[in-house]
């Protein structure tokens, strides 16, 4: 009598446990755990705040430092350069003085009113700026621009 007891009680057992993972009341879960997904969002977020200022650097100059305070700007301005050696860039590209028109021209997209800042190299030629700032002129542009760095308290 145990014995058929033990038999019939595991049997019975043993078969709806089979009967669950056969698709008995509870299904596959087959919804999304969104804690993973939004941990990986934060640190890609926090990556990104890091290394942007990294990638804004552009072209480097030596700028002049004066006591001018910052300007307020909404959009991102054409920025030429001059470097030291008297290389010229528009944005970060290298270009030839004698493009500068050309270039300034092609690109204008909000009219002539758009800001232009020039950042020469404290090494750089004075005249090589001025001549640069001449062409800006010279392609129509009148918002001219000197990018200095803010002077520092010793």
């Given amino acids: 009598m145990g014995m058929s007891a033990g038999a019939s009680g595991g049997g019975g057992g043993g078969g709806r446990r089979g009967s669950r993972r056969r698709g008995g009341k ?7 755990n969104v804690t993973p997904l939004v941990d990986v969002m934060l640190v890609l977020l926090i990556i990104f705040m890091v290394a942007a200022p990294m990638m804004t650097v552009g072209v480097p100059i030596d700028l002049p430092e004066t006591k001018a305070s910052a ?23 290298p270009i030839a003085v004698d493009e500068v028109v050309a270039k300034l021209q092609a690109i204008a997209t909000t009219g002539y009113n758009e800001r232009i800042y020039v950042r020469g190299d404290t090494a750089a030629a004075y005249g090589t700026v001025m001549k640069v700032m001449a ?13 200095t760095l803010q002077e520092q308290d010793k």
Wanted: aromatic fraction near 4%; charged fraction near 15%; avoid cysteine.
């Fill in 26 to 32: 509870r299904g596959l879960n087959s919804e999304i």
């Fill in 71 to 93: 300007m307020n700007s909404d959009t991102q301005p054409i920025t030429i350069s001059v470097n030291s050696k008297g290389e010229v860039f528009l944005q970060e590209s």
């Fill in 135 to 147: 062409l800006i002129s010279t392609a129509g542009y009148k918002n001219i621009g000197l990018v």
